[in-house]
């Protein structure tokens, strides 16, 4: 099982972004993948989880409009899209599977995605 | 939205000593709570869910016990390579909420 992540991406305020996370070694369709975010020396935040099988994706309140999750099963990609960057939102992504009996069980993560947003 | 507060913030071990970590809930998560360890430059690792079941590969010397709102990770005995931060997670709600985490150091 392996996730590859797309690599570091640097932009600036008000760009589109959309970054993705590559599954291999297993059926894509019945694992959840979510997505958490580490600001720069600070802890981690769930962002937002997708199905691919029924294509069901749930947010956290704190970013429910301000990214929006993804997944192509046909290429077994999960993508974190941003349609307007901020600079608060420089910080490493993180995508993991979720376990298909209960997505908190997250046993392989993605190496990460350094994402820099500056004028 | 249910905080999680971590505490201590930072824990000196020494190797072959027990390391306990404490982990509050603002409210009720029932069992629902997770731990993670992140070593520098890598991405987290799940140890512990349900508060108390081992994730795949884990060592036995890493448990987790507690309900409701008070949970505890133990490291029966650190080792050199336990040298992380840990977070608990509390998933009660869709994709919940971290604690701040606390940075093990090996004394």
């Known amino acids: 099982v392996l996730l590859v992540q797309s690599g570091a991406e640097v932009k600036k305020p008000g760009e589109s972004l959309r970054i993705s996370c590559k599954g291999s070694?297993?059926?894509?369709?019945?694992?959840?993948i979510g997505w958490v975010r580490q600001l720069p020396g600070k802890g981690l935040e769930w962002m937002g989880i997708?199905?691919?099988?029924?294509?069901?994706?749930r947010y956290s309140p704190s970013f429910r409009g301000q990214v929006t999750v993804s997944a192509d099963r046909s290429i077994s990609t999960a993508y974190l899209h941003w349609s307007s960057l901020k600079a608060s939102d420089t910080a490493m992504y993180y995508c993991?599977?979720?376990?298909?009996?209960?997505?908190?069980?997250?046993?392989?993560w993605g190496q990460g995605t350094l994402v820099t947003v500056s004028s | 939205e249910i905080v999680m507060t971590q505490s201590p913030a930072t824990l000196s071990v020494s190797p072959g000593e027990r390391a306990t970590l404490s982990c509050r809930a603002s409210?009720?998560?029932?069992?629902?709570l997770a731990w993670y360890q992140q070593k520098p430059g890598q991405a987290p690792r799940l140890l512990i869910y349900g508060a108390s079941t081992r994730a795949t590969a884990i060592p036995a010397r890493f448990s987790g016990s507690g309900s409701g709102t008070e949970f505890t990770l133990t490291i029966s005995s650190l080792q050199s390579e336990d040298l992380a931060v840990y977070y608990c997670?509390?998933?009660?709600?869709?994709?919940?909420?971290f604690g701040q985490g606390t940075k093990v150091e090996i004394k």
């Open positions: 409210q009720s998560v029932s069992s629902n």
């Open positions: 993991a599977r979720g376990d298909r009996s209960g997505w908190y069980i997250t046993d392989y």
């Open positions: 997708v199905y691919p099988g029924e294509s069901d994706s």
């Open positions: 070694g297993y059926s894509f369709t019945t694992y959840w």
């Open positions: 997670h509390q998933y009660n709600e869709w994709l919940g909420t």
